[in-house]
């Protein structure tokens, strides 16, 4: 499937004098290409081409070493460990998985470095679609609401990986910088709300959007997303508040369960029928290694996604399949809570069955014999020119329906709000995969535990269960080494604590 809008002007970046690059800090904020870029805003179609390159952050997964969030989030949770060929092929991504993280120790460089570019981006253009006169007001309100949401999709991911952020609304100078304090995540919350309030009450942004527009936000999921970030405040007041705007998804009548479960993750299904947003990739845009190996922030040196990659067998040979490199094995928690559940056979590829019929690879770091299928890299999707590793363009599945439905059956069991509405939620993502419905007597704290199960089931590997440990207060009862009071978060990397001279603090226990 031939990507659309966020292929068509990838090597805009450089352009505009923001793209990441070997040896450039992030705190540099002021571009390079100043000059550049003080020329370049006076379009309505530079505006927009300003806008695409905010949402290709979205797909970054190379700031500063292998930070692609959905691997990272599985190797954290009980779903999966770190893999790799070794203890030492990635301690980022092993730091994490046991929690031995520290202020040099961990993605949190990168993270942070990917999402404040995003920031940026979408502060500028915010910033500069003011200062254009002969502008269309539809395109006009459309973009505002786009850069706003992806301001609050930046923050969401800021805010729950560090706790207290520096807080930007606008475009900031390099003396500026140096300044800021850490905003509480309350504020950080609130602004994300507002930003993500402004844009669902913009008309200008569509319900959906034509075939040659995929990748652009909607209404939907602007609401899911609000629905979303208030659930994660753990606010009981405010549970059924966060069910009003997931039920405006469901409502919508725009999306709806694929019969087929185990169709969800084919190439040939994206942006199905229950895709509420989709992070896309491509294998249209061939690129090199770039500076993979060379030290400062790493380039993302192709548009595909390299989870594909690094949760593929190391060296194997045999049928379905490529080669890949063993990261992100499958824990035997997952496949025992799994194995007797018809969404097993389509969450996690058994090597053992494999290697019985007469395919081979070699055992990974924290080997299991049990590996990623949703993202598990297939021969037929191989890219055939580039780096074949890193052309991979299977879409990150990033909003699905069935995690609308779920969550909104939780807002509303929290919200003591109406528990047959919630069953039925709940029973429609049981049901399409044959399970019994849930009755009346599955009410209250069952029916909520109930539907935590459901959301390890539906959801696994699909980077959600670290998080839904975190906000429920689960994970130092099944994370090895997590502490609670230490772990929900990251530690702020200490190379922005240094450059910021002091004005950033460390997160506690680091």
């Known amino acids: 499937m031939k990507k659309q809008i966020l292929s068509k002007y990838v090597f805009l970046l450089l352009a505009l004098g923001m793209a990441t690059s070997c040896g450039k800090d992030f705190l540099e904020l002021k571009p390079r290409g100043t000059q550049l870029e003080t020329n370049f805003y006076q379009t309505q179609e530079e505006i927009f081409q300003g806008l695409v390159a905010t949402y290709d952050v979205l797909g970054w997964q190379g700031t500063e070493g292998w930070t692609m969030l959905l691997g990272l989030l599985n190797a954290a949770s009980d779903d999966c460990f770190a893999g790799g060929s070794d203890a030492s092929d990635q301690p980022n991504w092993v730091a994490w998985d046991g929690f031995t993280l520290n202020p040099l120790l961990g993605p949190q460089l990168g993270l942070w470095k990917k999402?404040?570019?995003?920031v940026y981006r979408a502060n500028l253009v915010l910033q500069k679609i003011e200062e254009i006169e002969d502008i269309d007001p539809v395109f006009k309100a459309r973009t505002i609401a786009e850069a706003k949401t992806l301001r609050a999709w930046f923050y969401f991911?800021?805010?729950?990986?560090?706790?207290?952020?520096?807080?930007?609304?606008?475009?900031?100078?390099?003396?500026?910088?140096?300044?800021?304090?850490?905003?509480?995540?309350?504020?950080?919350?609130?602004q994300i709300e507002k930003d993500l309030t402004d844009a669902k009450n913009t008309s200008e942004l569509p319900e959906t959007v034509p075939p040659n527009e995929?990748?652009?936000?909607?209404?939907?999921?602007?609401?899911?997303?609000?629905?979303?970030?208030i659930l994660f405040q753990n606010n009981e007041g405010r549970m059924l508040e966060a069910a009003g705007h997931l039920e405006d998804v469901i409502n919508s009548g725009n999306y709806f369960?694929?019969?087929?479960?185990?169709?969800?993750?084919?190439?040939?299904?994206?942006?199905?029928?229950?895709?509420?947003?989709?992070?896309?990739?491509?294998?249209?845009?061939?690129?090199?290694?770039?500076?993979c190996?060379?030290?400062?922030?790493?380039?993302?040196?192709?548009?595909?996604?390299?989870?594909?990659?690094?949760?593929?067998?190391?060296?194997?040979?045999?049928?379905?399949?490529?080669?890949?490199?063993?990261?992100?094995?499958?824990?035997?928690?997952?496949?025992?809570?799994?194995?007797?559940?018809?969404?097993?056979?389509?969450?996690?590829?058994?090597?053992?069955?494999?290697k019985q019929a007469g395919a081979s690879y070699t055992a990974g770091f924290q080997n299991t014999d049990y590996f990623i299928k949703k993202y598990a890299p297939l021969a037929s999707n191989q890219a055939t020119d580039g780096v074949i590793?890193?052309?991979?363009?299977?879409?990150?599945?990033?909003?699905?329906?069935?995690?609308?439905?779920?969550?909104?059956?939780?807002?509303?069991?929290?919200?003591?709000?109406?528990?047959?509405?919630?069953?039925?939620?709940?029973?429609?993502?049981?049901?399409?995969?044959?399970?019994?419905?849930?009755?009346?007597?599955?009410?209250?704290?069952?029916?909520?535990n109930a539907i935590y199960r459901e959301r390890r089931l539906e959801l696994a590997t699909e980077g959600h269960r670290f998080w839904d440990l975190v906000r429920t207060g689960g994970a130092s009862e099944v994370l090895d080494g997590y502490q609670a009071g230490k772990h929900e978060y990251l530690p702020i990397p200490q190379q922005e604590i240094d450059l910021s001279q002091g004005a950033l603090v460390q997160n506690p226990n680091y």
């Open 157 to 190: 991911d800021l805010v729950r990986l560090f706790g207290n952020v520096p807080l930007f609304t606008k475009p900031v100078s390099g003396d500026e910088i140096f300044s800021v304090k850490q905003a509480t995540p309350q504020a950080v919350y609130a």
């Open 214 to 229: 995929l990748g652009r936000l909607t209404q939907g999921v602007v609401s899911a997303m609000l629905g979303k970030v």
């Open 389 to 448: 590793a890193l052309e991979w363009a299977e879409n990150i599945r990033e909003i699905r329906y069935a995690d609308v439905l779920l969550m909104a059956a939780e807002a509303l069991v929290r919200g003591n709000g109406d528990q047959a509405k919630a069953r039925q939620y709940v029973n429609q993502v049981r049901t399409r995969v044959g399970l019994q419905p849930y009755v009346g007597n599955v009410s209250g704290q069952t029916l909520l």
């Open 293 to 354: 190996f060379a030290s400062g922030p790493v380039s993302n040196a192709t548009e595909g996604n390299y989870n594909v990659q690094f949760f593929g067998m190391r060296d194997y040979s045999g049928p379905v399949y490529a080669s890949g490199w063993s990261f992100c094995p499958v824990t035997n928690d997952l496949v025992d809570f799994m194995k007797n559940d018809p969404r097993f056979k389509h969450t996690i590829v058994d090597g053992n069955a494999l």
């Open 257 to 291: 369960l694929m019969p087929e479960y185990g169709d969800i993750f084919k190439r040939e299904n994206e942006w199905g029928p229950e895709s509420v947003f989709e992070i896309q990739f491509a294998d249209n845009r061939p690129g090199d290694w770039g500076c």
């Open 115 to 118: 999402y404040y570019a995003g």
